[in-house]
T-cell receptor
């Protein structure tokens, strides 16, 4: 597609439920990034993928969070046993290559609300 | 972990006034990127600075990278209501890390 696509755009769920967020990067982009943004706050790095591998998982807040990427394209971020503090906008970004000189292209995010 | 300090956190200006946001690091940066996030939107890449002392301009926006590559600034001349949003710097310290470290952003509001 023309841009990074994320789904769903909004997700409301009850505490304790599992949720799965999807990111479809720009075609041809090998690097994919997940961030979390709480209301009015900056971007918190979660994880990035180079191809299908995730060299850096240091940003995942707890073992309830996991992510995978298959086929070097679509990625899913899964949050198990959701807690209210997980409420935030989850942003996905992709770049042509992994590296420190590549601009990142962001999707519109998934707004997650935990009741 | 490594962090980047961005100031101010908020800036309210009258339309036509100038605006500057600053990004500071305690260690040398490989490069720095600037992003703009409109209210309700997602961050959009503006520019990247790589060289020591580099200055780049985009219309009314001027971006500078310090000589020591530890700080950067974004200056907007004669702000317009369309400049409203949050401006983030994002840095990479080089090496094998692939992720950018984002500043907390400066939220700009412009009063017409």
């Amino acid at each position: 597609g023309a841009g990074v696509s994320q789904s769903p755009s909004n997700k409301v769920t009850e505490k304790g439920k599992d949720v799965e967020l999807r990111c479809d990067p720009i075609s041809g982009h090998t690097a994919l990034y997940w961030y979390r943004q709480s209301l009015g706050q900056g971007l918190e790095f979660l994880i990035y993928f180079q191809g299908n591998s995730a060299p850096d998982k240091s940003g995942l807040p707890s073992d309830r969070f996991s992510a995978e990427r298959t086929g070097g394209s679509v990625s899913t971020l899964t949050i198990q046993r959701t807690q209210q503090e997980d409420s935030a906008v989850y942003l996905c970004a992709s770049s042509f290559l992994q590296g420190d000189n590549q601009p990142q292209h962001f999707g519109d995010g998934t707004r997650l609300s935990i009741l | 972990g490594q962090q980047v300090m961005q100031i101010p956190q908020y800036q309210h200006v009258q339309e036509g006034e100038d605006f500057t946001t600053y990004c500071n690091s305690s260690t040398t940066l490989s490069n720095i990127q600037w992003y703009k996030q409109r209210p309700g939107g997602h961050p959009v890449f503006l520019i990247q600075l790589v060289k020591s002392g580099e200055v780049k301009k985009q219309k009314r926006l001027t971006f500078q990278f310090g000589e020591a590559k530890k700080n950067s600034s974004l200056h907007i001349t004669a702000t317009q209501t369309t400049d409203v949003g949050t401006y983030f710097c994002a840095v990479n310290y080089g090496g094998s890390q692939g992720n950018l470290i984002f500043g907390k952003g400066t939220k700009l509001s412009v009063k017409p």
